[in-house]
């Protein structure tokens, strides 16, 4: 169940908002759709490492203390494509 919430909810939440991302950007004569798209490529990758093994180095970790990092981790992401998008327009 944790690996659940800390892995694979923040993986389909950065997968869906960076595809909401290029949809949204589409054809408008930016490159932001590119850049989320290439960004993604190495960013939700490494949230997945991060935070699988943040979960894995603790014997029983705290709920609470793994859901803050989660957290943090899983909106570094969509806060530079946020970013991203505003310097673009």
Known sequence: MLFFFAVLLPLLFQLLFTLIVIMLTQ??????????????????PATLII?????RRQPRPAGL?????????TAVWPLLLI???????
Do not use: D, E, P, Y
């Open 27 to 44: 054809g408008g004569g930016s490159f932001v759709g590119l850049g989320a798209m290439l960004g993604a490529l190495i960013a939700i």
């Open 51 to 55: 935070n699988w093994t943040r979960i």
């Open 65 to 73: 203390q793994v859901l803050s990092g989660t957290l943090l981790s």
């Open 83 to 89: 970013a991203l998008a505003v310097l673009a327009s």
